[in-house]
């Protein structure tokens, strides 16, 4: 179904209502009823109609020339650009009124969809998963289609589908895959809500039907994401406000912050990993299962069952236990909240391949923060013990500064080996973000190799854990961080194939598996 497509004038109204204008450039009869084709802020993506958006520290009057050329009809900006000729939307914050614009645009799609977003430092896109596989097992039963995804994993919503490099798209890309997932006929949408998505504005004009909130950590300090931890719980919590009903976990840090916090919202469900009272929802009982897990919920006095999860890491109980509060809310039935989390599977999230002798136990992770790599490594050590645990992950170029002492310490103290390797490093030298991660690596009297291509890391690793199989014995996990399936590097300023850590993984684990 085609929106309705709107004159510039009415565009300008429409902010201008919002309080959001700050002039306009002269405007002839002609370009007030100029009529809106298209909506970018990408020259690249030009069409003839396009209303383009002048944004971001880095725009150049040249990127406006060009979307002139391409057959942009009219601009939205902070300031005149005299020397373009086309008519121009002049506004106070271009973050402010840019999802004004797209939502106006794309006919405010949200309001035709349940919408779930996930929110927190860790768990965000494993929960996305889960919850999607809940919904995927309620529509599949109904024969309808699929559910959309929005996650720093991939992005799927019945017209596109891909591999992601942000958690949470701007405003004009969200509220496009929203209107793709209406068109196609989609009910259901299961999306991650980032930090910076809700301190710049992203996430304005869109409204949470079910908002779940794991837990928060220090993270993503830097001068380029948030400047202290106040910018960013405070950028985390604003997620609530733009919530119907708010699923919190009480057992996380800051629960009095949050729960405070989580009153904007219209409706607030607590959850909480552990047997004792206090939260609607409890998990306990929690137990290894081959290589899933099972466990028991607990909410009010009337509901007492067991669940199961197809994938290792006792964390993940507090991941599945929002889910299954989030959908619960939402009125999916039981039974596809068992079946969902039961087949349940992120792509890229504590994925196992073991060798076919069970010496060598390879996980792939995207754990990339403070409280992953808590988390990840004290699971792995409670659930596969009398193995040796090897860790193989990098840091990012440019931003999240702490993680190099936060990553190299836990890594340290709990590996027998490290490997460092680049991972998306930026502007700055692989090898010189693996020293600094070394000087704390050293601190923790543990080993370490510093090689920079993920390959050859993963390779070596594999191969060292194979000779002391065949020598001694010993087994090995390797815990390999950060790229998951990611088939892209970042490198300077841009992002350049590579294969992931995935295929690397199944290789050499074939390699071994044929010795």
Known sequence: METKKY??????EEVKGKNMIAGCSEMTPEAENIIVKNLTYDSREVTPGTMFICKGAAFR??????????????????????????????????????????????GRPWEKLTVFG????????????????????????????????????????????????????ESVELQRHMRNAVDSGIEYLSMEVSS???????????????????????????????????????????????????????????????????????????????????????????????MGIDFTVKAGDDFEEEFSLGMPGFFNVENALGVIAGAMSAGIPLKNIKNGLAKARSKGRMETTLSNDGKILAILDYAHNKLSFEKLYGSMKEEYPGYRIVGIFGCPGGKAFNRREELGRIAGANSEKVYLAAEDPGKEKPGDISEEIAVFLREENCPYEIIDDRGEAIKKAIYEAGALAEEKGEKTLLLITGKGHETRQKIGTEYVPCISDAEYINRYIDEYNSR
């Open 118 to 169: 996930i929110g927190g430092t860790k768990g965000k896109s494993t929960s996305a998963y889960y919850m999607k596989a809940v919904l995927d097992d309620y529509l599949e039963e109904q024969g309808k289609k699929e559910s959309a995804v929005v996650s720093s994993i991939d992005v799927y919503d019945g017209v596109e589908s891909f591999e992601s490099h942000i958690t949470t798209p």
């Open 7 to 12: 004159c510039f004038s009415q565009y300008i």
């Open 196 to 290: 910076q998505a809700l301190k710049y504005n992203r996430m304005d004009q869109v409204r949470l039907d079910v908002g779940i909130f794991m837990n928060v950590s220090e993270d993503h300090i830097s001068p380029i994401e948030h400047s202290s931890f106040e910018d960013y719980i405070s950028s985390k919590m604003k997620m609530f406000a733009l919530t119907d009903t708010a699923v919190i976990n009480i057992g996380c840090d800051y629960p009095e912050r949050i729960a405070e916090a989580a009153k904007a919202a219209g409706r607030v469900i607590t959850f909480k990993v552990g047997s004792e009272e206090g939260a609607d929802f409890n998990a306990f009982g929690i137990k290894k299962n081959g």
């Open 61 to 106: 009057e040249e990127y406006l020339n060009a979307a002139f050329e391409k057959g942009a009809v009219c601009y939205v900006a902070e300031r005149e650009y005299d020397n373009v000729p086309l008519p121009g939307m002049i506004v106070k914050d271009i973050r402010e009124a840019m999802p004004v614009i797209a939502a106006m645009f794309y």
